[in-house]
């Protein structure tokens, strides 16, 4: 894991054949553990607070490449309470998506790992017996006893995340094009959903649930239900794939980008569409995006991340009215009008983030910051608590709050 590079800044042979070594190790290790077999009890955990529904605690997920180690996601804390809308915002390669895919458990290894840290979810599902089977209702053919638990994801083997991934989970990415399969029907995708996730379920209750989704979306199922992926517009694919992610009765839903691939017009469909499904499902959304015009709309509470760590994390209104952190000011002044236009540049702070191989031991914004004093230098600036809801990570703020 060595980071060290000789005067040129080159790396030597010895050097890159220490990192591979010392990676593999590392890999191989990480792998075990997602592959082994576990009781649940050994990922069963409680929140810290009843009223969240995740909370993603000190998440570190790395990718061990030949030129290093790159730290995308590098302690990562915030929560997802119940029935709320979080809106993660920053710029690319600031470690968004790898946090949603650690959560959901799709971090491509051996390269891709979670290292440390805890995604505590609160789930609702089977109830189960010694041997780990769903335990029936009497007397109710196909179902199945349900109750809360709380599983800490991070822990868990990997061939236990079905419990989760699709089911309580649900996301829905940017390209629906790359996420529907071309060689089935919209019909035959959407029904699969329903016969994987709820035990006993036959073919007809599928079709039926599939056509309720659809309809959800706003798509009249005569006309889509037998059609393939191709035949239909990107909008209507991104409806399809919302309908998807809802057919399993998700508790929450990843919105990774949910609107960037489309058209202004559509855009603003799909969000609507988001709006009214939040009223409607019981449960939350964690939206993800670059656009600060969707986070306003649509946003409860609001992380900001920078170069793999949250710098500030609050309620709309403190980001949007009270923001502390020189970046996310930043962010607000450079913000265009709110035009939905693919081709702003919605960022023009200058200078660029840190290389993610070889992060400093200060503060990572300090080279863009027009506000930093001689503490700056010093070490990674804390967590400090602004408000009981509010947070920033910034030498500015009176640290001796700093609740870690
Ligand atoms: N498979 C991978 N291998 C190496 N680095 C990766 C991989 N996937 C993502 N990264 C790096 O992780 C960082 C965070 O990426 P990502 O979470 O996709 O950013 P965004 O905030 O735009 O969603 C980036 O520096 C990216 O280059
Ligand atoms: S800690 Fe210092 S360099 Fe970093 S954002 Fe705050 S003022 Fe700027
Ligand atoms: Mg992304």
Redesign the pocket.
Known sequence: MSETKNTKGYLTGKEIRAIAKANNKEMKRLEAYKNRKAEESEFLTQMKNPENLLEIDDLHTF?F?EQGV?K??NGVSYDVPKNAVVGVV????????????SVMRL??GP??QITEGSIRFKAYDYKRDEKGEPVPVEGAEGQFQMEEKVYDIAKMPINEIHRIRGKQIAMIFQEPMTSLNPIFTIGEQLDEVTMIHVPGATKEMAKAKSEEMLRLVGIIPENVYKAFPHELSGGMRQRVMIAMALAAEPRLIIA??PTTALDVTIQAQILDLLQDIKKKIDGSILL?T?DLGVIAEMADYVVV?YA?KVIEKGTVLEIFQDPRHPYTIGLQKSKPTMTLDDSTELYNIPGNVPN?INMPDHCYFKERCAKCTAKCSGEYPGMVQVSPTHFVACHLYNEEKDNG
């Open positions: 990718f490449t790159v995308a996601v920053g710029e690319s390669g600031c470690g968004k998506s790898v946090t949603s895919m971090i491509q390269t891709g990774d980008e993800i670059h991340m793999g993610p």
